[in-house]
């Protein structure tokens, strides 16, 4: 399950945006948690790294894998 770091959420509705952009990436089965107070998200499937990257990249959020 790939996690992402996402700096610049601020509250509920950037969680929403970030779920949302996320779930629109081909071969995501599942967002999982995505979370304010840590800045990560999970996400479940077979999309690339690289593709969700850009995807929260568009909702306006910088992202990068966690290590």
Same mark, same amino acid.
């Given at each position: *399950?790939?996690?992402?770091?996402?700096?610049? *959420?601020?509250?509920?509705?950037?969680?929403?945006?970030?779920?949302? @952009?996320? &779930?629109?990436?081909? %071969?995501?089965?599942?967002? %999982?948690?995505?979370?304010?107070?840590? %800045?990560? &998200? &999970?996400?479940? %499937?077979?999309?690339?790294?690289?593709?969700?990257?850009? !995807?929260?990249?568009?909702?306006?959020?910088? @992202?990068? !894998?966690?290590?």
């Amino acid at each position: *399950m790939p996690r992402l770091v996402i700096e610049g *959420m601020t509250c509920g509705h950037c969680v929403q945006a970030v779920s949302k @952009a996320l &779930a629109k990436v081909p %071969g995501v089965t599942r967002v %999982g948690e995505v979370s304010l107070e840590r %800045g990560e &998200a &999970a996400v479940e %499937g077979s999309a690339t790294v690289e593709a969700l990257l850009a !995807a929260v990249r568009d909702a306006g959020y910088e @992202a990068r !894998a966690a290590d």
